[in-house]
C-alpha cells in the first residue's frame, strides 16, 4: 500500500462522498499527544543550544542558532564618510506595529524616522486574512479574551502583557473606525452591529474581520494616517543592518543602507523602536511560509548582539492551511475565515480528522500527523490535505462569495472553490517568541524598544488566530509613547558600533566563525549580497 493517496484517486472518492456531513472519528489523540508527537517545535534534532549572548545556554532551531550567532554585515571602516542624520525617534519597520508606534511617537510631539526595507506597508500585516480579536462583543469580555489567551499559549506567556492587550482592544477598534477601516457588519446597514465570527480556540464569537483581506484593510488606512501625519518621515528601501550605541551601552540610533543609492547612512536618535516583523523567509525546518519577502528575523540579530533577552526562542506557529499546490504558490495562505465559517479538513479517505476550529498549533499538528500517516494526499509531488470549500458552498450558499481573497486565490490556483477543494498543508506563519519587552516595548537594553511580531511573551507557545493584529496596534502605540517621552530625557552623546568588538570577542571565544554575517536582509534565493556592495564601494573610494 502506498504511503499517500494520489491527488486524482482521493478527488473522485471525494466527489462520490457528495456533500454529506462528515463527523469527526472518535480516539483521536490528545492535543498534548498529538503537538509532542507531530508538531515541529519538538523536533529537538532540528534544534541547537547557543552559545554566546543573553541567553546562552538555551535552545532554539539551529538556523535561528546561525542567525543569532553571527558577526554584523559592517565594520568601523565602513561608516568612514558615511552622512549622519538626527532624529528624535526611529522606527524600523512599515507594517502595522510600525506604523502605529510612529502615529503614536508623533502625536507626543517627536520627530520620527521610519525605515522600511521594502515599501511602507509591505509587512505580514496585509497577510493577514482571517481578522482581528477584539472584546467588543455583548456576550464577551476582555476578562474571556485573557483567558482564551492564556490557553491557547499554553499557559507561558507574561500575564500582565496579555492583559494590556486584551484590554487596549475595544479601544483600538474604535480608533481603526475613526481613522476610516471598514469591518464586516451584521446588518444592511453600514451603520449596523460588527459581525463577529468564532475563532479557533476561542470560547465566544470575537474576530472583526473585513471581507477576508482584514490586513490589507488595516495597512491602507495606517499608510494613509503615516503619509499625512506631520512629523513622520518614511525612508523606503532603506534595510537597517546594525544599530547604534553610546559608550554606556544604549541603543542610540540605526545604521542603515540605501538600496537606491548604495551606501550606508547613519541616523542618531534617542530612542529606536524595533518592529521588524517574523522570519519565515529564512524556511525554517525547511517549511514553506505565508511571510513576505522581508521576514528574515532581522530584529532579532541586532538586539540580541546589543545585549537583548529573547524568549520563546523554539516556538513557532504554522498555519494550518497554506497551500500545497500548485507549486509557485506553495505556502500561501488559504484563509482561515473558511474555516470559521465552517469549511472542514478531510484526508485521502474523505474522512475528517480533526476539530477545525481547535488551537493552529493543533490542527497544524493532525495534518502533519495524517501524511506522515499515509492518509494524506499526493499532487504533483506535493503532499496535503483537503479543505473542502465546496462543502461550505453547498451547506451555506452564497458564504464563498464573501470571501474575495479566497475567490482570487482559487483563480489562479486555475479552479472554482464552489466546486474543487483547495489542497493545504501546514505553513510557517509566525514566530511566537521574540526579544522580551515590558509593558510599554521597552527592552532590558536602554533606549531599545519593539514592537509586533519581534518580540515574546505577548502569545506564549502559540498564538490564538486573530491576536496578531491586536498585538501589534497594542504595543504599537505603546512603545510609540514611551520613546517619544525618552526623546527629552538624554543627552546627546557620542555614538558608534563598538558593541560589535566586544560580540566578536565573544564569538571568537566560543569557537564561532566571525565569516557568518547578519541580518539576512533577504533569502538566500534574492542574491542581494550588501558584503559585495559595501566593499565596492570601499574600494571606489
Not at 193 to 206: A, I, Q
Not at 342 to 366: H, P, S, Y
Request: charged share 20%; proline share 5%.
Amino acid at each position: 500500500m502506498a504511503d499517500f493517496h494520489p491527488y486524482d484517486e482521493a478527488l473522485v472518492r471525494y466527489r462520490a462522498g457528495g456533500h454529506r456531513p462528515r463527523p469527526l472519528p472518535k480516539g483521536v489523540l490528545e492535543p498534548v499527544d498529538l503537538l509532542r508527537e507531530f508538531h515541529p517545535d519538538y523536533h529537538e534534532e532540528a534544534q541547537a543550544r547557543l552559545a554566546v549572548g543573553p541567553n546562552r545556554g538555551e535552545r532554539c532551531q539551529a538556523q535561528v542558532a546561525d542567525l543569532l550567532q553571527s558577526n554584523g554585515l559592517v565594520d568601523e571602516i565602513d561608516l568612514a564618510g558615511a552622512p549622519v542624520r538626527d532624529t528624535d525617534v526611529v522606527i524600523v519597520g512599515g507594517g502595522g506595529a510600525g506604523c502605529a508606534a510612529a502615529l503614536a511617537a508623533a502625536e507626543q510631539g517627536a520627530r520620527v524616522t521610519l525605515l522600511t526595507k521594502l515599501q511602507l506597508g509591505d509587512s505580514n500585516t496585509v497577510m493577514a486574512e482571517g481578522g482581528m480579536q477584539a472584546a467588543v462583543g455583548a456576550d464577551d469580555t476582555p476578562q474571556l479574551h485573557y483567558d482564551d489567551t492564556l490557553q491557547a499559549g499554553q499557559y507561558v506567556a507574561e500575564r500582565a502583557l496579555v492583559a494590556q492587550m486584551v484590554m487596549d482592544g475595544p479601544g483600538i477598534v474604535r480608533w481603526l473606525i475613526q481613522l476610516g477601516m471598514q469591518f464586516d457588519q451584521a446588518g444592511s446597514s453600514p451603520f449596523g452591529d460588527l459581525l463577529l465570527k468564532r475563532p479557533g480556540g476561542g470560547s465566544v464569537p470575537r474576530i472583526l474581520s473585513f471581507r477576508d483581506y482584514t490586513g490589507l484593510e488595516l495597512m491602507r488606512v495606517l499608510r494613509e494616517a503615516v503619509s499625512h501625519t506631520p512629523g513622520i518621515e518614511v525612508t523606503p528601501q532603506s534595510p537597517v543592518v546594525e544599530l547604534l550605541s553610546d559608550e554606556r551601552g544604549q541603543c542610540a540610533g540605526v545604521v542603515a543602507y540605501s538600496i537606491a543609492y548604495r551606501r550606508l547612512f547613519l541616523i542618531r536618535a534617542q530612542a529606536v523602536i524595533l518592529a521588524t516583523g517574523g522570519i519565515g523567509r529564512i524556511h525554517l525546518a525547511g517549511f514553506p511560509t505565508s511571510n513576505h519577502f522581508g521576514a528574515t528575523g532581522d530584529g532579532l540579530a541586532l538586539a540580541y548582539r546589543l545585549g537583548a533577552r529573547l524568549r520563546e526562542l523554539d516556538s513557532y506557529q504554522f498555519h494550518p492551511t497554506g497551500l500545497a499546490y500548485p507549486r509557485h504558490l506553495v505556502g500561501g495562505l488559504v484563509s482561515e475565515a473558511a474555516r470559521s465559517a465552517g469549511a472542514t479538513l478531510l484526508n485521502g479517505f474523505g474522512e475528517r480528522f480533526v476539530d477545525e476550529l481547535q488551537t493552529r498549533d493543533v490542527v497544524a499538528a493532525a495534518i502533519i500527523r495524517e501524511c506522515r500517516e499515509g492518509r494524506g494526499i499526493m499532487r504533483d509531488g506535493q503532499m496535503g490535505v483537503l479543505l473542502d470549500t465546496p462543502g461550505l458552498e453547498a451547506a451555506s450558499p452564497g458564504t464563498l462569495a464573501r470571501f474575495g481573497g479566497l475567490r482570487h486565490l482559487a483563480a489562479r490556483c486555475g479552479h472554482d472553490p464552489a466546486e474543487t477543494p483547495f489542497l493545504v498543508y501546514p505553513t510557517l506563519h509566525y514566530q511566537n517568541g521574540g526579544i522580551a519587552i515590558a509593558g510599554d516595548g521597552a527592552t532590558n537594553v536602554p533606549g531599545l524598544f519593539c514592537a509586533g511580531e519581534v518580540t515574546g511573551g505577548i502569545h506564549g507557545r502559540n498564538r490564538l488566530m486573530g491576536n496578531s493584529l491586536l498585538d501589534i496596534l497594542s504595543f504599537g502605540q505603546r512603545a510609540g509613547a514611551a520613546a517619544a517621552v525618552l526623546r527629552s530625557s538624554l543627552p546627546r552623546r557620542k555614538v558608534g558600533i563598538g558593541h560589535l568588538a566586544d560580540w566578536q570577542r565573544e564569538l571568537t571565544l566560543a569557537g564561532l566563525s566571525l565569516t557568518r554575517r547578519s541580518p539576512r536582509l533577504f533569502p538566500d534565493y534574492a542574491n542581494f549580497e550588501l558584503r559585495a556592495h559595501v566593499g565596492a564601494k570601499r574600494e571606489a573610494s
